[in-house]
């Protein structure tokens, strides 16, 4: 009994066109031989997905093959052009309209169908660490690091001053060679040139034809206001030197903020805990607060309980957008002395009994909010 084509791409009967395809590439990659080697069982399974990826991406294959089944295209059916195709040559023309085998080996295993490859540098990645105060103004850094630079002597091409490049004669200036695998064949940069269609006749001799040399590099960036850890700051073209001359890569700078001994921050918002004295929180008072852009004065009511927190606007981060800042939160404790002095406690004793906190030390208003618990 001929095996259900939908079945074998693992696919329901009213898949479309695009349902199709992502079903064959996941079952052709799955079973392909050269993922398999000696596997007879997957080499058929290959065989299989392949011909059935033949017939139901065909409109009319699939018309005929829903009406008829697997049938009307065995032994020539259906005319000449009818027949089963080798499963290599279905698997080259779908892969080559792809974007060809290499192109989609590398979307398989990192890369897309569309990209591109240059010879580019890659980019590199610097880690700066940086105060609260520096994040929050704005600074000025100098870093140091090392990096491929092209070669000063050939300029990157790798070849010695006044000799020129040649055309490969292993792939004869294409860059590719052809290799076999059973009876699929695939394409594959050049070893002897890699992929580039030409050889140095002569290597410098300062790089030895690499056409690189590491440098030590030092530049100044400026690290704007509002920064934070995790932040990302791009240097265009301050990353390594690509081969054979190619373009140099970027740069990218990891911003970390210290901790800080005062403010924590949350976004843009900075928070921090001062104690006072507890006359104070009774009577009523100003004090100045310490902020990253100086000093801050806060008018304390009297009777401010512990705990309470104060609002001071645009006193925290500057938007790294540059839309306005955040807030300062400043949380107010209570110090309460932890000793007294006989005259200190006769005159702190006597202010307890005329407010009568002797005979109730607890408020009433919390008494009476929890008298349930007291029964």
């Known amino acids: 009994m001929a095996e259900d084509f939908y079945k074998l791409l693992g696919i329901e009967k009213t898949a479309t066109a695009d349902e199709i395809k992502k079903a064959y590439r996941k079952q052709a990659m799955k079973y392909h031989p050269d993922r398999n080697p000696g596997n007879k069982e997957a080499e058929e399974m290959f065989k299989k997905v392949s011909n059935a990826y033949e017939v139901l991406s065909d409109p009319q294959k699939r018309q005929t093959y829903d009406r008829y089944g697997a049938a009307a295209f065995e032994n020539g059916g259906m005319g000449a052009g009818g027949g089963y195709r080798d499963a290599a040559d279905v ?57 491929h630079a092209q070669c000063t002597a050939c300029h990157g091409s790798g070849a010695e ?15 590719q060679v052809v290799r076999s695998a059973g009876f699929f064949r695939m394409q594959q940069p050049c070893p002897t040139c890699h992929g580039s269609g030409k050889v140095i006749e002569k290597p410098c001799k300062k790089c030895g034809g690499s056409g690189i040399e590491v440098e030590t590099r030092t530049i100044t960036k400026h690290i704007p206001a509002g920064v934070d850890t995790g932040t990302r700051l791009r240097s265009s073209g301050d990353g390594n030197a690509g081969a054979n001359g190619g373009g140099y890569g970027d740069l990218y700078i990891v911003i970390h903020v210290r901790e800080h001994e005062l403010f924590e921050r949350s976004g843009n918002d ?90 109730k030390p607890i408020s009433e208003s919390w008494l009476e909010k929890f008298k349930n618990f007291f029964k």
């Open 270 to 359: 900075l928070s921090c805990t001062i104690p006072i004295k507890f006359t104070l929180a009774a009577l009523g008072g100003k004090i100045s607060v310490p902020t990253l852009f100086g000093k801050a004065e806060l008018k304390v009511p009297a009777g401010t309980a512990n705990g309470t927190v104060f609002r001071l606007g645009g006193m925290g981060i500057p938007s790294l957008r540059g839309n306005g800042k955040g807030s300062q939160y400043v949380r107010l404790e209570i110090d309460v002395p932890k000793s007294l002095s006989s005259t200190q406690r006769e005159k702190l004793q006597a202010f307890a009994e005329s407010c009568g906190d002797t005979e």
């Open 161 to 175: 001053p006044g000799s020129a490049k040649k055309t490969c004669a292993t792939c004869h200036g294409r860059g």
């Open 91 to 147: 698997f080259r023309e779908f892969f080559g309209h792809m974007g060809g085998a290499g192109g989609i080996f590398s979307d398989f295993f990192g890369g897309g169908d569309d990209e591109e490859t240059d010879n580019r540098g890659n980019d590199l990645r610097f880690d700066m660490e940086i105060s609260l105060e520096e994040a929050a103004a704005g600074t000025d850094k100098t870093i140091k690091y090392r990096r």
